[in-house]
């Protein structure tokens, strides 16, 4: 099992930056593909972007080009960076966690951290 904490949300203004940061427990971390997850007020919760554990990464359309993810198997974190940010990017942030073992997968979430996007 792994906890997730979540990490540098907060307000900024449309066009600004930020990073946000997952750190992971436990000593497997490197066998999790990661992913972060956003869910806006009134919307379902949608893959915002994903690295396996080989480092491939996958992007959701609404953030292609302008976020950017990143893990450290060392530290045991996760990283999104997020530049160009839009009003419509304001949501909370999940962090997720991935174990696939044979065919069968089971994730783990953070507790997800707010990003406001706002002049």
């Known amino acids: 099992q792994v906890q997730l904490v979540e990490s540098g949300g907060g307000l900024v203004q449309p066009g600004g930056s930020l990073r946000l940061s997952c750190a992971a427990s436990?000593?497997?971390?490197?066998?999790?593909?990661m992913g972060w997850y956003r869910r806006a007020p009134g919307k379902q919760r949608e893959l915002v972007a994903a690295?396996?554990?080989?480092?491939?990464?996958d992007y959701g359309d609404a953030v292609k080009g302008r976020f950017t993810i990143s893990r450290d198997d060392a530290k045991h974190t996760v990283l999104l960076q997020m530049n160009s940010l839009k009003p419509e990017d304001t949501a909370v942030y999940y962090c997720?966690?991935?174990?696939?073992?044979?065919?069968?997968?089971?994730?783990?979430w953070g507790q997800g951290t707010q990003v406001n996007v706002s002049s």
């Open positions: 997720n966690a991935r174990l696939t073992i044979a065919s069968t997968s089971t994730n783990f």
């Open positions: 690295v396996t554990r080989g480092g491939s990464t």
């Open positions: 436990g000593n497997i971390f490197s066998f999790y593909a």
